[in-house]
């Protein structure tokens, strides 16, 4: 069936890096925009980052531009968060999602999360 | 960037109430708008896309409405497995924001 698994995630501390993997199985991973998604404990949906099926475009909310890095492989059907200079706000679940439709994405299919705790 | 600001920020219905959640776009986003819907430690799951139309496997007593700025999801008759916090978003261009949500419980 249609699958995403996160994984990688943990604790680390301020000003560490970490990079998280998003395994895609049950369809065309390259067909798809794919998407971070991340929710700090008791908070809302935050929009994180996109990368386009090919990998030729990439856009990132503010508050991580410049410190993570979204990329892809689609011959491992996997996507990758890559984050630099951690700060305790980035505490969150980190969601991955299938982005569906041309050029405006809805996100049909979500992760089950990696948690993700930047602490000393 | 163009904000997403959902009312009310919860609300507590009995059942069979007719429930509505509203979210406004900051600027015009034409109906890229979808809505989410997460269930108390569950993943979110996509219920209504451009505006209006219903996720397929959504329940048919979930519906939305709007274009421009201003839009809603409506609950019919709501139900005990409704029970959730509902999110808007906006998909028109990066970023994809989301509402702040709405919490929803049954009186």
């Known amino acids: 069936q249609v699958q995403l698994v996160e994984s990688g995630g943990g604790v680390v501390q301020p000003g560490k890096s970490l990079r998280l993997s998003c395994a895609a199985s049950?369809?065309?991973?390259?067909?798809?925009?794919m998407h971070w998604v991340r929710q700090a404990p008791g908070k809302g949906l935050e929009w994180v980052a996109i990368?386009?099926?090919?990998?030729?475009?990439?856009y990132y909310v503010d508050s991580v531009r410049g410190r993570f890095t979204i990329s892809r492989d689609n011959f491992r059907n996997t996507l990758y968060l890559q984050m630099y200079s951690l700060r305790a706000e980035d505490t969150a679940v980190y969601y991955c999602?299938?982005?569906?439709?041309?050029?405006?994405?809805?996100?049909?299919?979500w992760g089950q999360g990696t948690m993700v705790t930047v602490s000393s | 960037d163009i904000q997403m600001t959902q009312s009310p920020s919860s609300l507590s219905a009995s059942v069979g109430d007719r429930v509505t959640i509203t979210c406004r776009a900051s600027?015009?986003?034409?109906?890229?708008v979808a809505w989410y819907q997460q269930k108390p430690g569950r993943i979110p799951n996509l219920l209504i896309y451009?505006?209006?139309t219903l996720q397929s496997g959504a329940p048919s007593r979930f519906s939305g409405s709007g274009s421009g700025t201003d839009f809603t999801l409506t609950i019919s008759s709501l139900q005990p497995e409704d029970v959730a916090t509902y999110y808007c978003?906006?998909?028109?261009?990066?970023?994809?924001?989301f509402g702040q949500g709405t919490k929803v419980e049954i009186k």
């Open positions: 999602t299938r982005g569906v439709g041309s050029t405006h994405h809805v996100f049909d299919i």
């Open positions: 049950g369809f065309t991973f390259s067909d798809y925009a």
């Open positions: 990368i386009l099926y090919d990998g030729s475009k990439k």
């Open positions: 600027q015009g986003i034409s109906n890229y």
């Open positions: 451009a505006a209006s």
């Open positions: 978003q906006k998909y028109n261009s990066a970023p994809w924001t």
